[in-house]
């Protein structure tokens, strides 16, 4: 089940469109019985949970907070929340000349491969995080 809350109006359509696409990639990925949660909110709001939770004073386009610690054998039934800027999103998507509901999925389904346990440190580990990026596109 994925869950979406706005703390700024998104476009027309996106709710559903994101909530869809996200279960469908939950699903494939073998966590589809799990659930979800995503915040669609500001620059300011996530420049706020990065500075508490990273101590980076800067705006970002997603941060995800799993509600267990990832590699525990015990997976809870809500993996945790992802927070996407959409303030930032809609700066990437005009940059990349793609829509702003394109963006928000990619960056949903980016979330949710580190709610998963992974994490992007090398090159190499991108590998995961493109693939899903891509496929949630087609979903």
């Known amino acids: 089940m994925v869950a979406v809350l706005a703390n700024k109006r998104p476009p027309k359509g996106l709710r559903p469109r994101l909530r869809r696409a996200l279960s469908a990639l939950m699903e494939e990925l073998g966590v589809g019985d799990k659930a979800v949660t995503v915040i669609l909110t500001g620059d300011r709001r996530l420049r706020a949970l990065k500075r508490a939770w990273w101590g980076e004073?800067?705006?970002t386009d997603v941060l995800s907070?799993?509600?267990y610690e990832p590699?525990?054998?015990f997976?809870?039934?809500?993996?945790?929340?992802?927070?996407?800027?959409?303030?930032?999103?809609?700066?990437q998507?005009?940059?990349r000349g793609v829509p702003l509901e394109e963006?928000?999925?990619?960056?949903?389904?980016h979330g949710l491969w580190h709610l998963l346990g992974h994490?992007?440190?090398?090159?190499?580990?991108?590998?995961g995080f493109r693939r899903v990026q891509e496929r949630?596109?087609?979903?």
């Open 119 to 127: 994490d992007h440190q090398k090159e190499e580990d991108w590998e």
């Open 71 to 73: 590699g525990d054998p």
């Open 103 to 109: 963006e928000v999925l990619v960056l949903a389904a």
């Open 65 to 67: 907070f799993p509600h």
């Open 57 to 59: 004073d800067e705006a």
């Open 93 to 95: 998507a005009e940059a």
């Open 136 to 139: 949630i596109l087609t979903l």
């Open 75 to 91: 997976v809870p039934p809500h993996l945790g929340d992802i927070w996407i800027s959409l303030d930032t999103a809609r700066r």
